[in-house]
């Protein structure tokens, strides 16, 4: 009877200690699922665009692969926080400017490394349309801006903000100083910019727009209203028009006080002739 005893209480102390081991796996089990969903949040919103519905690559490189690096995490985190100089990577840290804190990186690495171990996908949520008013159209500018609208909040938003305040992109809310600013823009999306984060979006550089695309989207950001300059700054030479600096403007005050000294040089021997 005793020995009955014992073997129960043996059993269900055996059992009480396996639920306790348990609990740290089930925490982390839960953490973990926390972090891939905040993974796949972050990945909607600033890397699906570049990189895809799934890491297959867009303008940007494949992420769903198998990484050959013996700590593939630190290999991916590196990338994420300094970027790729002279590629269309940017540095997404906040110590190298960007929006991204150290946990929310982590959980990106998570997120883009649970497709390489075949764990199941966390589906992201879509991210929410950016709500505009409908914009006229512009004189002597091929394209709707609010068709362009839409392509702006799928493809530039992430790197130039939803208003073209910028990011981890150039400022694209601001007066455009060239003379035909449309084909400047359009030049550029189509063709990117070579070593730096602007990627060529153009289907005949191997992106993903039209020429219709790129013309809508011109037309929208030529529809942003610029950003004001802060209080006290200085105008941009965009805003004022080319203007002199440096030793330009110093030979030009100096050669205008000798035109002077020249006029009045002459005057007064003019003076002097006529009075002898």
């Known amino acids: 009877m005793v020995s009955h005893r014992l073997l129960t209480v043996f059993s269900l102390s055996i059992l009480l200690f396996m639920a306790v081991l348990a609990l740290p796996v089930n925490a982390q089990q839960g ?53 790729v100089p002279g590629s269309p990577m940017p540095a997404w840290s906040v110590a190298k400017g960007g929006p991204l804190s150290a946990e929310e990186i982590e959980a990106l690495v998570a997120y883009i490394l649970s497709w390489e171990t075949g764990e199941p ?9 950016t709500q505009r008013p409908t914009l006229a159209p512009l004189p002597e500018v091929k394209g709707d801006p609010n ?14 903000g ?6 981890v992109g150039a400022t694209l809310a601001r007066t455009w100083g060239a003379i035909r600013p449309d084909l400047s823009i359009k030049t550029v999306i189509q063709n990117g910019v070579a070593g730096s984060a602007m990627p060529a979006w153009s289907q005949a550089k191997g992106g993903p727009l039209t020429e219709s695309d790129v013309d809508d989207l011109v037309a929208f950001v030529l529809s942003l209203k610029p950003i004001a300059s802060a209080p006290g700054a200085a105008p941009t030479e ?28 002459f005057a007064q021997r003019k003076s002097a002739n006529e009075g002898s």
């Not at 996908?121 to 349309?129: G, S």
């Not at 609208?149 to 530039?156: G, K, R, S, V, Y």
């Not at 939803?162 to 990011?167: P, Y």
């Open 121 to 129: 996908l966390v589906i992201p949520t879509q991210a929410p349309v």
């Open 162 to 167: 939803a208003d073209g305040q910028g990011r």
């Open 31 to 83: 953490s973990d699922q926390d972090k891939l969903e905040q993974g796949a949040r972050l990945y909607e919103e600033n890397c699906r665009m570049c990189h895809g519905d799934r890491g297959e690559g867009r303008v940007g490189a494949t992420l769903s692969k198998n990484w050959p690096s013996i700590r593939p995490d630190l290999r991916i985190k590196a990338t994420i926080e300094n970027g």
């Open 147 to 160: 068709r362009g609208a839409i392509l702006f909040d799928e493809n530039c938003a992430v790197c130039h």
């Open 238 to 265: 965009a805003e004022t028009g080319p203007g002199l600096s440096g030793a330009a403007g110093i030979l030009l005050t100096i050669a205008l006080f000798a035109l002077i000294a020249s006029v009045i040089l």
